[in-house]
């Protein structure tokens, strides 16, 4: 199985990625890649080509975004906030397709970094230029969360060829949500995003929400640099 990397625009880009990163730890890992799961660093599929993309998660503090990626990756959920510090990384196997006849294993890498100022002061413009596609994660509870997303999203746009979706988090919490759908499709429409509404406690789209940014990104790969990560390339 051939493996390529997702982000087509190259090493000079990734090189912009800075800041300190705090790998999952080791004996952690197993966890993060189950041999027996859908896929794993070890386990490889003969029919699948392999491609790595960078998922980045963004949005304010709070609203959720650790919770999702540990539902995603761990499949937990925790209510205490343990506040994220710095980035941590985690990863997944997700098979795609077939996309022209063609099956993919992406290997994500999903960033999680610590939300509001962390992003703004510390990692900016180069996080995002790194990922392959951005999840913009608010908190359906909390009006202020979506609006500040238009920074992030306004940053991802300038960026070019980054696809984004907007996560819409804690739909579990009912006669608490402030955010109508109306609103959701209106700001989304603004930035040419698109939304769902998802729920790291009962797991509602979370899974749905990691593959599809996944197969969207993939397929903006596959555009814009076919020869790339095809099945054709050396
Ligand atoms: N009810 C509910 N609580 C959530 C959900 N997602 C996160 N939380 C809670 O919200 C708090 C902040 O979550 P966290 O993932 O740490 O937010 P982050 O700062 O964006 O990473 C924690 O207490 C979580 O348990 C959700 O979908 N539903
Ligand atoms: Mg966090």
């Known amino acids: 199985m051939r493996t390529r990397s997702g982000n087509a625009r190259g090493s000079a880009r990734r090189a912009r990625t800075s800041g300190s990163v705090a790998i999952i730890p080791e004996n952690q890992r197993e966890r993060l890649n189950p041999p027996s799961g859908a896929g794993s660093a070890g386990h490889r599929t003969p029919d699948a080509v392999s491609v790595k993309l960078k998922i980045c998660l963004v949005g304010d503090e709070g609203v959720g975004k ?14 205490r906030y343990l506040r994220t510090v710095g ?4 990863k997944r196997v997700v098979f795609l397709g077939p996309i022209a006849g ?6 994500l890498t999903v960033w999680d970094v610590l939300g509001g100022l962390g992003f703004q002061g510390r990692y900016g ?3 995002l230029a790194s990922a392959s596609g951005v999840l913009a994660v608010c908190d359906l509870t909390r009006p202020d969360s979506l609006d500040d997303l238009g920074l992030y999203l306004e940053r991802t746009a300038a960026v070019g060829g980054v696809p984004a979706i907007v996560l819409a988090n804690k739909i579990d919490l009912g006669p608490h949500v402030r955010i109508t759908g109306s ?3 209106r ?7 698109t939304f769902l509404e998802t729920s790291a406690k009962t797991g ?3 899974g749905a929400a990691f593959s599809k940014l996944a197969e969207t990104a993939l397929k903006v790969i596959l555009a814009e640099s076919p020869r790339a990560i095809g099945p054709e390339a050396d």
């Open 66 to 79: 650790t919770s999702l990626v540990r539902r995603f990756v761990l499949s937990e959920f925790d209510e």
């Open 87 to 90: 980035v941590v990384v985690y």
């Open 102 to 107: 063609t099956t993919y294993a992406a290997n």
């Open 125 to 127: 413009d180069a996080y």
């Open 183 to 185: 609103e959701l499709t």
């Open 187 to 193: 700001f989304c429409a603004r930035y040419g995003a």
């Open 204 to 206: 509602q789209n979370v």
